[in-house]
């Protein structure tokens, strides 16, 4: 056991927070702008977060680089991505986005990275939802691991010092309100580290793990979210959570769409086929299967698939909480078709999907919403924060084109990389020492001295508010469901403050991510409350139509007098070039 004090400082010039593709592309540029730079990471590196664990049929990074089909072009890339997120997105982002693409791409293969290729030695590039041309460049399955381990394997050969299970969870700034560091729990050693610092890239990915089911690590608490929104930095988007189906146990596999293109058949725990059952006249399980991909939207039929899957595990469920699936007789050549990898993955965890019926429920993967980046470097409103990846909020509406978040690590990743690199470089006061950020401290040593007597149990409260999240801002939304989540949420932030649990040395880490994880559903809950209607991915069953009029905007949630308040926000007006400033 380690002790209540803080008993290391590491100095560098930059700090990247978190191991996925944004962090390692944030941390290979920076090295190679010449800054001194340090990965801090929660999970083992490279076993953690998405990029390094996700899978689905079809993982794929967007870039227009015209391999698939030569009329598109960057222009096109960020028409496509404007018009499923007009008025929830920054243009000029999006214009970064999609100029910047095809250049990591290009990175990526001087590193060596083989992507996919066509007979004729042009990229496979395949078409992803809202694309108007096949855009996705894929490496053999699994894009996304692929893409970290060739940056992982530079950042190596580089020398670029990387701190495993280390918890960044708070970032410590000066009275110009300029980050100075960070503080972090070195979870192997139960110590406590401050990292001297003049920028800070935060890259912690999403919060799937604020559900009971979510594809990807535990590590996944929101840490990035809640360490920005305690700097005073607004969430935007938040209510847009992608959640769909997936195999729930073993936990959890990632169903996409051409799974459901091979029609397989739904029945809940009484054997009940509830789709046939409860589909509206006109609407066939055909249809609604073939409308079917990941995320859930209420924008075509597969909306019933979805929400049935919901209710039918509300009120019949199977015994891990989903509905039973099973593949149509004769299936075997279209499954072999649609979902090789899906149905090897499935047989790696035990389940043969021609023989077996397996347990199926709605599963988080992915966070449209995140902390505000202000510049196309992804800096924000603090002086030396930068932003990269799942956490940075302004490049993803109601919907995204598919491919765009792994092309979004890559471009952040390198422009946060560089500007903070060159930021630190240029900084030439001296930083404060360890002792100034010992007041800082104080606070967290405070907070447990307070909770000496406290009883409750943090890891059971972290079961419970995940199932209430589960439960009450999944994909059917209402207001007395969403109120529920937020009476909950509060109450298990005051018994937190005001010392009710037992908080130890031993069990801090799991408070601190109890914290986090409160201020990230919180931040999900009252944009999901304030937004009273229904689009895309966000259903109020109360407020079931799209309204336009009212709601063709973002809701930005920010602490406000020391409370969480949400505000209507107004993107910038679209520029006509790519690459305007
Ligand atoms: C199943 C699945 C399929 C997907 N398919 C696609 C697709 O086809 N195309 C696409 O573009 N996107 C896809 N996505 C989304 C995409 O994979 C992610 O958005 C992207 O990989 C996120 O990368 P990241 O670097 O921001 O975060 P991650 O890769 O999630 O990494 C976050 C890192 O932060 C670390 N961390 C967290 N908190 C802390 C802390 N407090 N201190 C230190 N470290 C911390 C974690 O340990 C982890 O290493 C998919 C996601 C999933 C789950």
Same mark, same amino acid.
């Given at each position: 056991?380690?002790?209540?004090?803080?008993?290391?400082?590491?100095?560098?010039?930059? $700090?990247?927070?978190?191991?996925?593709?944004? +962090?390692?592309?944030?941390?290979?540029?920076?090295?190679?702008?010449?800054?001194?730079?340090?990965?801090?990471?929660?999970?083992?590196?490279?076993?953690?977060?998405?990029?390094?664990?996700?899978?689905?049929?079809?993982?794929?990074?967007?870039?227009?680089?015209?391999?698939?089909?030569?009329?598109?072009?960057?222009?096109?890339?960020?028409?496509?991505?404007?018009?499923?997120?007009?008025?929830?997105?920054?243009?000029?982002?999006?214009?970064?986005?999609?100029?910047?693409?095809?250049?990591?791409?290009?990175?990526?293969?001087?590193?060596?990275?083989?992507?996919?290729?066509?007979?004729?030695?042009?990229?496979?590039?395949?078409?992803?939802?809202?694309?108007?041309?096949?855009?996705?460049?894929?490496?053999?399955?699994?894009?996304?691991?692929?893409?970290?381990?060739?940056?992982?394997?530079?950042?190596?050969?580089?020398?670029?010092?990387?701190?495993?299970?280390?918890?960044?969870?708070?970032?410590?700034?000066?009275?110009?309100?300029?980050?100075?560091?960070?503080?972090?729990?070195?979870?192997?050693?139960?110590?406590?580290?401050?990292?001297?610092?003049?920028?800070?890239?935060? +890259?912690?990915?999403?919060?799937?793990?604020?559900?009971?089911?979510?594809?990807?690590?535990?590590?996944?608490?929101?840490?990035?979210?809640?360490?920005?929104?305690?700097?005073?930095?607004?969430?935007?988007?938040?209510?847009?959570?992608?959640?769909?189906?997936?195999?729930?146990?073993?936990?959890?596999?990632?169903?996409?769409?051409?799974?459901?293109?091979?029609?397989?058949?739904?029945?809940?725990?009484?054997?009940?086929?509830?789709?046939?059952?409860?589909?509206?006249?006109?609407?066939?399980?055909?249809?609604?299967?073939?409308?079917?991909?990941?995320?859930?939207?209420?924008?075509?039929?597969?909306?019933? $698939?979805?929400?049935?899957?919901?209710?039918?595990?509300?009120?019949?469920?199977?015994?891990?909480?989903?509905?039973?699936?099973?593949?149509?007789?004769?299936?075997?050549?279209?499954?072999?078709?649609?979902?090789?990898?899906?149905?090897?993955?499935? %047989?790696?965890?035990?389940?043969?999907?021609?023989?077996?019926?397996?347990?199926?429920?709605?599963?988080?993967?992915?966070?449209?919403?995140?902390?505000?980046?202000?510049?196309?470097?992804?800096?924000?409103?603090?002086?030396?924060?930068?932003?990269?990846?799942?956490?940075?909020?302004?490049?993803?509406?109601?919907?995204?084109?598919?491919?765009?978040?792994?092309?979004?690590?890559?471009?952040?990743?390198?422009?946060?990389? %560089?500007?903070?690199?060159?930021?630190?470089?240029?900084?030439?006061?001296?930083?404060?020492?360890?002792?100034?950020?010992? %007041?800082?401290?104080?606070?967290?040593?405070?907070?447990?001295?307070?909770?000496?007597?406290?009883?409750?149990?943090?890891?059971?409260?972290?079961?419970?508010?995940?199932?209430?999240?589960?439960?009450?801002?999944?994909?059917?939304?209402?207001? +007395?469901?969403?109120?529920?989540?937020?009476?909950?949420?509060?109450?298990?932030?005051?018994?937190?403050?005001?010392?009710?649990?037992?908080?130890?040395?031993?069990?801090?880490?799991?408070?601190?991510?109890?914290?986090?994880?409160?201020?990230?559903?919180?931040?999900?809950?009252?944009?999901?409350?304030?937004?009273?209607?229904?689009?895309?991915?966000?259903?109020?069953?109360?407020?079931?139509?799209?309204?336009?009029?009212?709601?063709?905007?973002?809701?930005?949630?920010?602490?406000?007098?020391?409370?969480?308040?949400?505000?209507?926000?107004?993107?910038?007006?679209?520029?006509? %070039?790519?690459?305007?400033?």
């Amino acid at each position: 056991m380690g002790k209540w004090e803080i008993t290391r400082t590491i100095t560098t010039d930059v $700090l990247v927070v978190g191991g996925g593709g944004a +962090a390692a592309r944030a941390a290979l540029t920076a090295y190679q702008t010449g800054a001194q730079v340090r990965i801090a990471v929660k999970s083992p590196w490279l076993k953690g977060g998405s990029t390094a664990t996700a899978f689905s049929e079809l993982l794929a990074i967007a870039a227009a680089i015209g391999h698939g089909d030569e009329r598109d072009e960057p222009e096109i890339h960020y028409q496509d991505t404007m018009d499923a997120g007009r008025g929830f997105i920054h243009p000029e982002l999006v214009r970064t986005l999609a100029e910047d693409a095809p250049k990591r791409i290009n990175d990526l293969i001087e590193l060596g990275l083989k992507f996919d290729k066509q007979k004729n030695g042009k990229l496979v590039q395949g078409m992803s939802d809202f694309a108007t041309y096949p855009r996705t460049c894929r490496v053999n399955g699994v894009t996304a691991r692929h893409i970290l381990n060739i940056i992982a394997k530079e950042l190596k050969k580089s020398q670029v010092p990387v701190d495993e299970h280390m918890m960044v969870f708070q970032l410590v700034t000066d009275s110009e309100k300029r980050i100075v560091g960070a503080i972090a729990l070195d979870m192997e050693k139960n110590e406590f580290v401050f990292y001297q610092t003049p920028s800070v890239i935060l +890259a912690t990915g999403g919060a799937h793990h604020l559900y009971t089911y979510g594809v990807g690590t535990p590590d996944m608490t929101g840490d990035g979210y809640a360490m920005a929104y305690q700097q005073g930095i607004p969430l935007v988007n938040m209510e847009f959570v992608q959640i769909g189906p997936g195999v729930i146990n073993p936990p959890v596999t990632l169903l996409s769409g051409p799974v459901w293109k091979t029609q397989p058949i739904l029945s809940n725990q009484k054997g009940v086929r509830f789709l046939e059952q409860n589909l509206p006249p006109g609407v066939h399980v055909k249809d609604v299967n073939n409308h079917k991909a990941f995320p859930f939207t209420i924008s075509n039929k597969s909306f019933y $698939l979805d929400t049935l899957i919901q209710r039918e595990s509300e009120e019949n469920p199977s015994p891990n909480g989903g509905v039973w699936c099973e593949m149509a007789p004769g299936s075997e050549a279209i499954v072999e078709e649609k979902m090789p990898k899906t149905k090897r993955v499935l %047989k790696s965890k035990g389940i043969d999907v021609h023989s077996d019926k397996f347990e199926v429920g709605l599963v988080a993967q992915c966070m449209n919403g995140g902390a505000q980046i202000t510049t196309q470097d992804g800096e924000t409103d603090l002086l030396g924060l930068f932003i990269a990846g799942e956490t940075a909020g302004g490049l993803r509406g109601p919907d995204r084109p598919g491919g765009n978040s792994l092309a979004e690590g890559q471009v952040f990743g390198y422009r946060t990389g %560089k500007a903070a690199a060159l930021y630190s470089l240029k900084q030439d006061s001296q930083l404060p020492s360890q002792e100034f950020c010992s %007041k800082e401290f104080q606070s967290i040593v405070q907070w447990v001295e307070n909770s000496q007597n406290g009883a409750k149990d943090v890891l059971e409260s972290i079961g419970e508010l995940r199932r209430i999240m589960y439960r009450n801002c999944l994909v059917i939304r209402s207001e +007395a469901r969403l109120k529920e989540a937020w009476d909950y949420l509060l109450q298990t932030e005051k018994d937190l403050e005001h010392g009710k649990y037992a908080l130890t040395l031993d069990t801090i880490k799991s408070a601190l991510e109890l914290r986090n994880m409160i201020i990230t559903a919180k931040s999900i809950v009252l944009a999901a409350l304030t937004r009273t209607e229904s689009r895309s991915c966000h259903f109020r069953e109360d407020f079931p139509q799209k309204d336009d009029a009212n709601w063709k905007r973002s809701i930005r949630i920010r602490k406000t007098d020391g409370t969480m308040a949400a505000e209507m926000y107004e993107w910038p007006e679209e520029h006509s %070039k790519i690459g305007a400033k």
